[in-house]
């Protein structure tokens, strides 16, 4: 406290030592010296006048201010020379501002004395200039105060200015496309109604107003293009005929034109039956809707990601973004870190991949999300993929895949293309089922599980007709596949019930098998093959199998189920029957290993443990899924499991497929002689099996057919007619 005083003292007594009686006397003097000379002596009045006028007042003020702080303490003048530079540049601006109403004011007294000829002069300067120069002061104030922030700020306003520069430029050039080719849409309709009224034959009005029978044939042979002009010439007396003159035949010409129903042909389902099926346009599904992704939210997350891993010591750089409908995926490139603490900063080496894994829970925290998964390494990249739930989720649908060129040129190739969805950056993703060949989803409850196996029959009626493709679909929870009854493409109405579910799969092994004689009477060796060699009324169409509960089937007769979809999973490919298996329980005994040994393409969607992820995928990772669509696949193109985001397609666009497909009247398909009793094709009972059965009925004396059919994994017919035998033979009681 004492040294504060101290300092105040010397303070004052400095204060004191300048301003003492003999240097204000001076100053005093030599101010009444300066305000005289301006007074009464001329040339110092003009010198006056002709600068800055009584601003030099202001300007005298400074300067005294500036040389008495430099006199107490220029430590302290120093501190506070932001203040003085301030004070010089707000001047400068005052008198830029001042010269924009010197052409206002040039001829008044009391403006010119105040500001001085300077202002005069300074007035004859371009306005623009002046303009930019009063706006450059105002931009460098702001700095002297703070220039780190100030400066900070100018940045992002350049960057933001640029920004919306470019979002207007690429808007005015969308709009002038668009009014373009309107532009050019109106000038093709004008030039083809032109050119329709061209052609119409001119006659002289001396030929039109002869009798002509050709004409008044030609009028009566079109009662839908002239209604009105029929009706008046039906009220005409017998053996005349009318006359028509050059307006009035202008007139028809005008309303045969415009009339729709004889201009353009209207567009029928009903086709000639010589030519075949016609498959619905894209007119049936609901547009896409073009949604722009932000990257402002983005560049966000990919600091936060940076900054979390680089606080845990271990060091990224984010070189890849892509932006997906629900997912965004982030591609880490490790960085270098130091072997040990100390060594050379040369000596360093790669941070390594599991360094950067074993911070999964660390990112979720820092991103304010569960969901997240680490892909490492992503295949074909060399980066580590980081994919988080996208902060602007978006739909995906059904017509946006199937307009794809990869979805086109699967169907051009005569293919089975079935739509998925888009994966992580946005690309559509479309798999052949004919070269896949079957397909597994399974999922929990709400995942998006009928919504893809709807979307799977929909690319289908898309693209393939009856005679291309017919399917036999089973649904034992009766909701789901329903509405697809009456088309033309199901073998069979949509089975229901479990118990018809054995004949249903008995008759398509049936089919198989004519098929198998049938393409080796032919010598080929495929379906395809076959097909080339074989008449277009005797081609094969495919057959695809769509199951949407399995569970339910293999609860009810897990042996004769799985059997028969082993079997034709083994053998169905050549033959081109295909497989589309859905399960809400992958289990293991369920989804067997038998099973999944012979379908490569698998579909999982969000499941309830890695446990479950492990019996559909053989890997974790369906567990960490968002739902709603959001699936991971498998098949024989990718070795690890893809990331895809399923299409949506809705009951209307369902709907209106159903009912296209059902008013078609097509030519008449090639039946299928599918017998699809649930009888066994052999009716004598195999000599082994029947040694098998009498060796369980000695160990087990009251084995049940159940017992029997689960032992030696044979249908339900067959093990009743062994038991009789066995019955007969006194092996196996009955009675109890």
Partial sequence: MLGSLNSTVSNVNKIVAVFNIRKIAIGLLLICLIVAGILFIKPVQNLFLETLGLLW??????????????????????????????????????????????????????????????????????????????????????????????????????????????????????????????????????????????????????????????????????????????????????????VLTKRKTRKLIKQSVSNPSTAIVSKSVTPNKKNGWIAPDDSLLAPPERKATTMAPLEKMKDIIEQTLLDHGVQVQVNDIKAGPRIVRFGLVPGWSLKSPGMDPKE?????????????????LALQTPYIRIEAPVPGEPIIGLEVPNPSPAKVPLSLVTNSDQFVKMTQSGGLPIALGQDTGGEPVSLDLATLPHLLIAGSTGSGKSVCINSLIASLLLTQGPDKLRMLMIDPKRVELTPFNGLPHLVKPVIVDTDEVSGGLKGLMREMFRRYRMMEDAGSRNIVAYNKKAKNDEQ???????????????????????????????????????????????????????????????????????????????????????????????????????????????????????????????????????????????EMIDDKILDESRKLAI?????????????????????GRIINILEEEGLVNMSF
């Fill in 348 to 364: 360093k080496n790669r941070v390594k991949v599991q360094s950067i894994v074993s911070r999964e829970k660390d990112l979720a």
């Fill in 540 to 682: 094969l169409p495919y057959l695809v199998l769509i199951v949407d509960e399995l569970a339910d089937l293999m609860m009810s007769a897990s042996g004769d189920v799985e059997h028969n979809l082993v079997r034709l999973a083994q053998l169905g490919r050549a033959t081109g029957i295909h497989l589309v298996l859905a399960t809400q329980r992958p289990s293991v005994q369920v989804v067997t290993g038998l099973l999944k040994a012979n379908i490569p393409g698998r579909v999982a969607f969000a499941v309830a443990s890695n446990v479950d992820s492990r019996v559909i995928l053989d890997t974790v990772g369906a567990e960490k899924l968002l739902g709603q669509g959001d699936m991971l696949l498998l098949s024989n193109s990718s070795p690890k499991p893809k990331r895809v985001q399923g299409t949506l397609v809705k009951d209307s666009e369902i709907s209106a497929m159903v009912k296209y497909w059902v008013n078609q009247n097509g030519p008449e398909l090639l039946p299928l002689p599918m017998d699809f009793s649930d009888d066994d094709d052999d």
């Fill in 699 to 719: 160990r087990y004396p009251n084995m049940s057919r159940s017992h029997l059919e689960r032992q030696l994994r044979i249908g339900a017919t067959k093990a």
């Fill in 57 to 242: 007042l202001y300007v005298g003020l400074w300067v005294m201010s500036l040389g008495m702080g430099f006199k107490i303490s220029p430590r302290i003048t120093w501190k506070f020379r932001k203040v003085w530079l301030f004070t010089l540049i707000f001047f400068a601006g005052i008198y830029t501002l001042a010269s924009l109403w010197q052409s206002t004011y040039h001829s008044n007294q009391s403006y010119i004395t105040f500001f001085g000829g300077w202002i005069v002069e300074l007035g004859t300067v371009d306005p623009l200039l002046r303009l930019a120069l009063l706006c450059g002061v105002l931009l460098i104030l702001p700095m002297v105060v703070s220039w780190n922030r100030t400066f900070r700020l100018y940045y992002v306003a350049c960057i933001t200015a640029t920004r919306i520069g470019l979002d207007l430029v690429k808007l005015l050039m969308g709009l002038l496309i668009k009014f373009s080719r309107y532009a050019i849409k109106i000038g093709i309709i004008v030039l083809g109604k032109i050119k329709a009224i061209s052609v119409q034959p001119k006659r002289r009005k001396s030929e039109i107003s002869q009798p002509n029978l050709e004409a008044s044939v030609s009028l009566s042979s079109t009662p839908s293009v002239l209604p009105k002009q029929q009706n008046r010439m039906s009220t005409l007396p017998s053996g005349s005929v009318p």
